[in-house]
């Protein structure tokens, strides 16, 4: 049944560069919108860029430049890391855009019409770099300077705010964490928001008097909106908001939003509040992943070790690289970022394992049948092991991708591609060519049958050289979703000569 799926990234921040950890949550967000497209459901998948707050007027300021010729600069970067890393979204939404400001504007009057807002004072501890406020009892101290968790310095900040009323959800929240099992992942993060939100919530400033690049608040020109009410808008701004009539609004509810794991109490906590209270429904599900580290250490500015992956895709190619950062950690942990493992995954796994699977069979099918595709046989008890692996495999996948398991799903597939290569080895069908060609044949149709299979299910993860091998496996263009896996290629199908698919990286010696 054809159904609607809406999948986020979070709006990436335009103070800086894309580095690795942001091709690595498109590359995730866009293999949940290639799966669900190849399942045969409407998608909407969005991206974009956050470009409003103290710190970015602040990193305008120091560039010597005004805040919107900055952002347009730097939100430059991040689009054109779409086409880079081969993102196939729907929509580019900047938060300085005109339809993004009418959003936020109509947001905030629906929670003033419903008394979800009140005008007053705040005095706390804020660190500008996070955007947030922090109690004192989550703040380090060093040297005379007070530290937010995240180790952003933090400063006392008094100015007159507009507040939300946060405190007013705290059981609703918790009764929806109950109630919503599945809204935060993995367990870790939801485990600690629940405490957060346990552990009490206060009204939550959302305007600032301070600094002027920002969502002016309606009727009160002095002041600007809080940049995550701005920020998080931009979910509902993309689905057409506040126009629930629009064609893009019947995506609402999101069904996933994929966010790095320092940024979910803004998603898990004030964005399902500020929904709710506007009347609104809160997206299906939060899943919040690690962080990764470069050769062990902290991807940092100051370190000089914060990889670029426009470098990475002309280092090692597109796919290689896609691959390797949904199948090298689980998503929802941190994990190590080194050249050796990437170029051990592409050698080991997609040059030896996959890309010397399809070579042998596609190269006997030439030798041997004419370049012509053999009829489709009867499975006999030395094919039973290998086609028991394919007779759940969409179904496995598609449930670990749903819980957001890449690299269980990556695992789940080339199981099927080690036992591929088992059976190859065992049946050996270029020594039946002269004992029993018609045997030999079987076992050339179902090897292709596996490949197919298996480019099938990996297009997401790498739609290039996936459809190069559909290509080779004489598949037609229509013919590469999953539905038609149900419809067997004709015998007789013309297959070209086979190309090698990844090229090997050669490992330099420790």
């Known amino acids: 049944m054809t159904e609607t799926r809406y999948v986020t990234t979070p709006i990436y921040y335009v103070n800086d560069k894309p580095h690795v950890g942001h091709a690595y949550t498109s590359v995730a967000a866009d293999v949940l919108a290639r799966w669900w497209r190849l399942q045969g459901h409407e998608v909407f998948f969005l991206t974009g860029t956050d470009e409003h707050g103290q710190k970015v007027e602040k990193a305008a300021r120091d560039a010597g430049m005004d805040p919107q010729a900055f952002t347009d600069r730097v939100s430059q970067h991040f689009r054109d890391l779409t086409g880079t890393l081969g993102l196939s979204n729907d929509d580019f939404i900047r938060t300085t855009e005109s339809r993004h400001k009418a959003a936020c504007s109509a947001l905030w009057e629906e929670l003033a019409k419903r008394d979800e807002i009140y005008l007053g004072h705040y005095e706390g501890w804020y660190a500008v770099r996070d955007e947030a406020f922090y109690g004192p009892d989550e703040l380090t101290e060093r040297d005379g300077v007070k530290y937010a968790p995240s180790g952003a310095p933090v400063e006392w900040v008094r100015e007159p705010s507009y507040f939300f009323r946060l405190s007013k959800w705290q059981n609703w929240l918790l009764d929806y964490y109950n109630t919503k099992v599945e809204f935060i992942a993995p367990e870790s993060r939801r485990n600690e928001v629940i405490s957060f939100v346990k552990s009490g919530l206060q009204d939550l400033s959302i305007s600032r008097t301070s600094f002027r690049w920002g969502v002016p608040v309606p009727g009160e020109p002095s002041h600007v909106m809080y940049v995550w009410l701005d920020a ?172 957001q398991k890449f690299h269980v799903a990556l695992e789940t597939i080339f199981r099927v591609v080690r036992a591929a290569n088992v059976y190859i080895t065992e049946q ?59 419809t067997p290629l004709p015998a007789g199908t013309t297959l070209p000569p086979p190309s090698p698919l990844f090229r090997k990286i050669e490992i330099e010696a420790a």
């Open 232 to 403: 998080l808008t931009n979910y509902i701004t993309a689905a057409g908001y506040p126009d629930t009539m629009a064609e893009r609004w019947k995506f609402w509810p999101a069904s996933v939003h994929l966010v790095g794991k320092d940024i979910v109490r803004f998603h898990a906590i004030y964005w399902p509040a500020f929904l709710k209270a506007a009347g609104l429904e809160p997206p299906k599900r939060v899943f919040a992943h690690g962080w990764w580290t470069i050769e062990g250490q902290k991807m940092s500015k100051s370190l000089g070790n914060v990889i670029d992956p426009v470098a990475l895709v002309a280092e090692y190619g597109l796919d290689p690289l896609r691959y390797f950062l949904l199948r090298e950690v689980p998503f929802g942990s941190d994990g190590d970022f080194s050249r050796k493992a990437l170029a051990n995954r592409l050698n080991g796994e997609l040059a030896d394992a996959l890309g010397n699977l399809a070579n042998r069979t596609l190269s006997l099918i030439q030798r041997n049948c004419e370049g012509k595709l053999p009829a489709e046989a009867t499975i006999s008890p030395a094919d039973e092991g290998l086609f028991n692996l394919l007779i759940s495999l969409q179904a496995t996948v598609g449930g670990e991708l749903s819980d």
């Open 428 to 486: 050996a069908p270029w020594a039946l060519k002269k004992t029993d060609p018609v045997r030999m044949a079987a076992v050339l149709r179902h090897l292709h049958t596996v490949l197919r299979r298996v480019a099938t299910m990996l297009q997401p993860f790498m739609p290039t050289t996936m459809n190069a091998l559909l290509d080779q496996l004489g598949v037609p263009k229509d013919a590469r979703d999953i539905m038609a896996l149900r």
